[in-house]
C-alpha cells in the first residue's frame, strides 16, 4: 500500500493501531530535515549521526502518547531541540546562570515587507557562511524559520517559547549576522 499521499499524522495514527513498520515512512520523510537541523545548530559536531538516531527512537518510544489533534512536524523538531540542546549541555563544563530577557521583554511581531523573499533567500545564503558565529539562542530560531520554513506558532512550540519570543530571536539574530557582514566589510543595499 502506498502511503505518499497520507499526511504525518495521518501514518502516525495507523502506527498506533499497530502498524508499526510505517514509522519507517516517518523516518524517510524527517531524517533529512533532522540532519540538517543537527548540522546547522550543532555545527562541528561529529556525533549528529548518532543525536539524529536519539530523535527518532525517542519518538518512536513516545509516539503513544502523541496527541493526535496536533500536528506531528513540531511535536518531532521539539523531541529533536531537547535531544540537541541536552547534547550541548553536556558539552558545557561550567554552569552559567542567566536570564532570558526575550522571554520577560519580548518585542512584537515585524511585519512581512514587499521584499521578504529576496531578503530571506540572502539572510538563508549568509547564514551558510556565518553560522557558527550566532549564539546557539538566537541560531536555532533562524534556523526552523529559514530552513525549516516554519512559522513563529509552530518555533514557539518546538523551543517552548512565546511566539513574540521567537520573533524578537530572529529579529536579534538577523541584526547579529549583519554586524557579522559590517566587521566583514560587506554591505548589503536594498
Known amino acids: 500500500m502506498d502511503y505518499t499521499n497520507k ?4 501514518i502516525v495514527l495507523l502506527i498506533k493501531k499497530g502498524n508499526l513498520e510505517l514509522y519507517g515512512a516517518l523516518v524517510k520523510r524527517y531524517e533529512t530535515k533532522m540532519q540538517r537541523y543537527a548540522h546547522k545548530f550543532l555545527f562541528g559536531r561529529n556525533d549528529t549521526d548518532d543525536l539524529v538516531q536519539d530523535v527518532f527512537i525517542k519518538a518512536y518510544v513516545n509516539l503513544q502518547s ?18 540537541y540542546v541536552n547534547a550541548l549541555k ?12 526575550d522571554t520577560f521583554l519580548p518585542h512584537p511581531k515585524a511585519t512581512e515587507t514587499a521584499d521578504a ?9 549568509m547564514l551558510d557562511k556565518h553560522m557558527d558565529m550566532i549564539g546557539e539562542k538566537y541560531r536555532e530560531p533562524l534556523i526552523l524559520y529559514f530552513y525549516e520554513d516554519m512559522d513563529y506558532k509552530e518555533i514557539s512550540q518546538i ?10 530571536r530572529i529579529k536579534r539574530g538577523k541584526e547579529k549576522l549583519k554586524e557579522i557582514l559590517e566587521k566583514n566589510n560587506f554591505v548589503y543595499e536594498k
Do not use: C, Q
Open 90 to 101: 553536556k558539552k558545557l563544563t561550567d554552569k552559567v546562570f542567566s536570564i532570558d530577557f
Open 66 to 83: 502523541f496527541d493526535d489533534d496536533r500536528k506531528f512536524s513540531p511535536w518531532i523538531y521539539r523531541i529533536a531541540h531537547n535531544t
Open 159 to 168: 523551543l517552548g517559547i512565546p511566539a513574540s519570543t521567537v520573533g524578537v
Open 7 to 10: 499526511t504525518d499524522e495521518e
Open 117 to 125: 523573499d529576496s531578503e530571506k533567500m540572502f539572510t538563508k545564503e
